[in-house]
């Protein structure tokens, strides 16, 4: 049986192979790696700008299934004489405990992992070693995109110190299309590097290059559909109801079975229950959450809803607003948030004010679910708005959740009136 030092030997060598391979295909230099998701720069005030600004880790929204989807792309790593990888472990987990208490998932991109980049053996034991019970209970999956020999020697060297039901955690994914089946793809930021790495993969493979996941042309929607389309079309085909059916149902559920549960809309629900609601609303089928005894079950539908909006509740116009919320003197964002969503279209404007209304209800029984204006924020900011290109780098979260923590601790003063009806 080979020894830690032998495997780890033969991981370099691993290492070395797939790199004099890869510079043999080579048709035309890589691409510098991203600056962030969006292709914003973050704030040079930034306690940890020296490895947030490289892109490394990306938080890219929930899946459809209400979990966080973090990203961390190898390709993005700078040579390791240009990056502290002390620093950058402090930066992943001040990342993650933003996100720990709810279920969550890891994407981790492969590709672009080099010697000269690649942090040593001992930051991963280090690494690993760091990540107590509290980063490893709510993380659902960590899927490992383009897997190489390099990284299944490596697995072999953790073995021994990983735990069965940890490891099971562990998917392997050989092309970005097997992420379909998993996650909502959409939602991911994936560096041009690894996509293009990924269609060298499928074309040389034999037959030629996959079939697209995605050739079916789209369906139109149904006349009862409630996910994926727009509030107008909602309104249009449930007689000029102003509170969509799901929000107003799952609302109406939580504010009686649901406010005093602790870590509500922090928890996930079976991926395939959570479908087959879907299908029963989208069927204009009824539905009783009573069947399922289980509160997180309507709050993740409550999440679904919001994030599958083909438009963010609060609109794409209002994105670069928010972005600007932490350049405004504290004692006037109140008052800034006020002018925002007054400038909302006014079905826009109704059914925000119902949804912050019954936010701010939940945090007021903190005490109890322990979910303050600063964590329902942390769940909520990125279902309510988002750029149009959909993913939303590190730096663009503080503000956004912000903005939803004012939205919801200072409800009264920011809607002025008070609580729409649900009708």
Same mark, same amino acid.
């Given at each position: ?7 780890? !030997? ?7 192979? +797939?790199?004099? %391979?890869?510079?043999? &295909? ?26 947030? @600004? ?32 002390? @620093?950058?472990?402090?930066?992943? *987990? ?74 099971? *955690? ?22 041009? %590097?690894?996509? @293009?790495?990924?269609? *060298?993969? $499928? ?58 549960? +602790?870590?509500?809309? @922090? $928890? ?34 409550? *999440?679904?809803?919001?994030? +599958? ?14 972005? +600007?919320?932490?350049?405004? !003197? ?6 800034? &948030? ?9 079905? !826009? ?7 912050? &209304? ?6 007021? %029984? ?42 919801? %601790? ?14």
């Amino acid at each position: 049986m080979a020894s830690s030092s032998d495997l780890e !030997q033969l991981a370099e060598i691993e290492l070395q192979k +797939e790199e004099e %391979e890869e510079h043999k &295909c080579v048709t035309d230099a890589p691409s510098a790696p991203p600056i962030s998701s969006s292709g914003s720069i973050p704030d040079s005030s930034h306690p940890y700008y020296d490895v947030a @600004r490289h892109g490394i880790i990306q938080v890219t929204g929930d899946d459809n299934y209400g979990r966080k989807l973090i990203v961390f792309s190898s390709c993005c790593l700078p040579p390791s004489h240009q990056l502290n990888h002390r @620093r950058l472990l402090e930066y992943l *987990k001040l990342t993650l405990d933003q996100y720990v208490e709810m279920d969550y998932i890891l994407v981790y991109f492969h590709h672009g992992l080099r010697s000269i980049n690649k942090p040593s053996l001992k930051w991963l034991r280090e690494a690993y070693g760091e990540f107590d019970r509290k980063y490893k209970k709510n993380l659902k999956a960590l899927f490992v995109v383009h897997p190489t020999n390099f990284i299944r020697i490596v697995w072999n060297i953790f073995k021994p110190l990983i735990s069965h039901k940890f490891g099971k *955690k562990l998917m392997y994914v050989n092309f970005l299309d097997e992420l379909r089946d998993h996650l909502n793809f959409e939602q991911l930021s994936v560096p041009p %590097e690894v996509l @293009r790495h990924d269609a *060298k993969l $499928r074309a040389a493979q034999k037959g030629g290059p996959r079939p697209s996941a995605r050739t079916p042309p789209p369906r139109p929607p149904l006349p009862t559909q409630q996910f994926g389309v727009s509030l107008q079309y909602i309104r249009e085909k449930n007689r000029e109801t102003v509170i969509p059916p799901v929000m107003r149902q799952t609302v109406s559920y939580l504010k009686v079975k649901g406010l005093r549960t +602790e870590g509500l809309f @922090r $928890r996930s629900a079976q991926v395939q229950l959570i479908k087959d609601i879907q299908k029963l609303y989208n069927l204009g089928k009824p539905v009783n959450f009573d069947d399922y005894d289980d509160v997180h079950v309507p709050a993740v539908i409550l *999440k679904t809803f919001l994030r +599958e909006l083909p438009e963010p509740l609060l609109t794409f116009r209002v994105y670069s607003q928010v972005q +600007e919320i932490l350049n405004i !003197q504290s004692s006037l964002r109140v008052s800034r &948030c006020q002018q925002i969503v007054e400038s909302l279209p006014e079905h !826009q404007f109704i059914v925000v004010k119902f949804l912050l &209304c019954f936010l701010h209800m939940v945090s007021q %029984e903190s005490i109890f679910n322990k979910m303050s204006p600063s964590n329902l924020a942390c769940v909520f900011g990125v279902n309510l708005v988002w750029p149009r290109d959909g993913s939303i780098s590190l730096t663009a979260l503080t503000p956004i959740n912000i903005f939803t923590e004012l939205l919801i %601790e200072h409800f009264h003063a920011v809607f002025k009136s008070r609580c729409p009806n649900q009708n």
